[in-house]
């Protein structure tokens, strides 16, 4: 059923004529008379009758009339909510990483219960891999990646990606390793190559930055422990199970030295990720200019994590 057979229904219950009906819309009454012709089809039972020279509804016409208007109406509806400028409104679906939630999104989501209180954010926690599926399978609507310039994320041309914020990260080691304040990620690498190595459990990103500086340093990294969290990351450093990486300025457990990478530098890259065709849905819209905004180089002491390594 056609809403524009619908529209023509409900003209010629307020007009009363074909020939009316046909100015008002700029057609013709053949027109008119043919999309009627195919309504009353569709509906499976007459809408007009004859009415002298002109027709009229019948019962079943003027029913369905009272329906069109209200159909027409939640239409119309739906087309200014969505309509670019629109008042975002309705439910947002956000996947993505611990530390995007709970230092950049968070916070905003706080904000527009108030200013936007009709917009409501359903959060989900993931590492990008499980975000993009959930993305690429219409199971979110936003997904809040990363990868590392070291290890760069193919891009999805099917996907739209809106570049956040950078963040330097070093690398985490036993505060009585036996490594300079001044060197370089190589030097620090090849003083770890005897350790074990702990990378993300549910991301590849760690290990293959791990791996590209090692070779870089002329080994092969022994990797063994796997953690999600960046506090038990430094736990198991602590308790001597091995090296990994953690973003600069993390608050470091006793007994853990966070070893700056420079010469080459390591920087996590974060990312709003949105399919194509969806980015002038104002709830997505106004929630990416929000975080782009927070991840501005001017705002970006103000949106660093304040709990630290819980998660990346």
Do not use: C, K
């Amino acid at each position: 059923m056609e809403t524009r057979r619908l529209r023509l229904l409900v003209e010629l219950s307020r007009l009363g004529s074909m020939r009316a009906v046909a100015d008002s819309v700029n057609t013709t009454t053949s027109t008119v008379s043919q999309q009627l012709t195919v309504l009353a089809r569709e509906m499976g039972t007459a809408l007009t009758e004859p009415d002298g020279r002109r027709v009229r509804l019948t019962p079943a016409g003027r029913r369905l009339a009272e329906h069109a208007e209200v159909i027409l109406a939640a239409v119309d509806t739906a087309r200014l909510d969505l309509a670019p400028g629109a008042e975002p409104n309705g439910t947002l679906r956000v996947s993505g990483f611990a530390t995007a939630i709970r230092a950049h999104l968070l916070p905003l989501v706080t904000d527009l219960s108030t200013s936007h209180p009709r917009l409501h954010v359903l959060v989900r926690e993931h590492e990008p891999a499980e975000a993009l599926a959930l993305l690429t399978a219409d199971e979110t609507d936003l997904a809040l990646t990363y990868d590392y310039d070291l290890a760069p994320a193919a891009p999805d041309p099917a996907l739209h990606v809106t570049a956040l914020w950078t963040a330097p990260w070093g690398l985490g080691i036993p505060a009585d390793a036996d490594v300079p304040d001044t060197a370089d990620s190589l030097e620090v690498f090849a003083r770890m190559r005897a350790r074990d190595w702990v990378v993300n459990s549910r991301n590849t990103a760690d290990e293959t930055v791990i791996r590209t500086l090692a070779s870089m340093a002329g080994f092969t990294p022994r990797i063994t422990h796997q953690a999600d969290s960046l506090d038990l990351v430094q736990g198991m450093i602590t308790a001597g199970l091995g090296v990994g990486l953690l973003p600069i300025g993390t608050p470091t457990f006793p007994g853990v030295r966070l070893m700056p990478l420079r010469d080459p530098h390591l920087e996590l890259r974060a990312y709003a990720v949105a399919r194509h065709g969806r980015l002038a849905w104002p709830p997505l819209a106004l929630i990416t200019d929000l975080l782009t905004r927070r991840g501005a180089p001017e705002n970006r002491s103000a949106a660093r994590d304040p709990h630290g390594s819980d998660g990346r």
